[in-house]
């Protein structure tokens, strides 16, 4: 078995070696595919943490009937920690909402001194310890009695979904044109390849020899120039996050609180595991193509 398979890989090797021009095309398209596909992934991976960590804590803001004493409001806090026990819940009377707002006007703080009364409502702030539902959250708070109003944000929270979606679909819809590009050349690259040996093959099917014995080789062969253009991606996109993009991954940092994606072994395997998979598949459409005329 293992001589069998030193074969098929010898013989693979030397198909490439015999076509160095249409398989150095093929190399070259699958990196340039990959390496597109790894930077565009990079920056949708990137901008989605932007908008999470500019989407700044979320909470639910549960503010309570202006009727209840401070003694009542803290008693709906207690109920609202009860309902929520994973979520941080933090009470705010209505003096501490006042002194916040003071801190907030700065300079302007002190226009606040002449109020006859305080016109802010104690207030309930729920934050989720996970990625929960803000919306389920702030149906479930608002059941709880002696809360008037809720707020978390709905616009900002609705349009930071929206665009993470629609950063979604771009990189997803960018990443199969690539990859139907690259899956294009190397099937064109490995058909010329097949065409070219088509008295070879015939003479092995007529001595007995099978379609899957006849079709290895090739596969093998676009697996070679996948895993050879997934290393040139590789070896690209390491460049670049290394030489190119440092003051951008610091600015990242500083703007998103968090590192900047970087490409580790996981990533390399992936690139390693879809440059084969482009390969095979082109193969696979070429010789299967060839066999059934």
Known sequence: ?????????????????RAPVPSLLAVVTITLALFLGGA???????????LVSWGAQPAVTAYLDRALSEEQARGVADRVRSAEPGAEVVFVSPAQALDRLRVQLGDLGGTLDGLSRNPLPATVEVSPRGAGDLRALAARVSQVAGVADVDYGREWVDRLEALGNALRGFGTGSLALVGLAALLVVANTIRLAVYARRDEIEIMKLVGATDRYVRAPFLLEGALQGLCGAALAAAGLLAVQRLLLPRAAAAFAFASGAQAPHLSAQHCALLAAAGALVGLCGSYLAVARFLRT
């Open 1 to 17: 078995m293992t001589h069998v398979a030193w074969r098929l890989v010898r013989r693979a090797l030397l198909n490439l070696w």
């Open 40 to 50: 565009l992934a990079f920056t949708v991976l990137g901008a989605r943490a932007l």
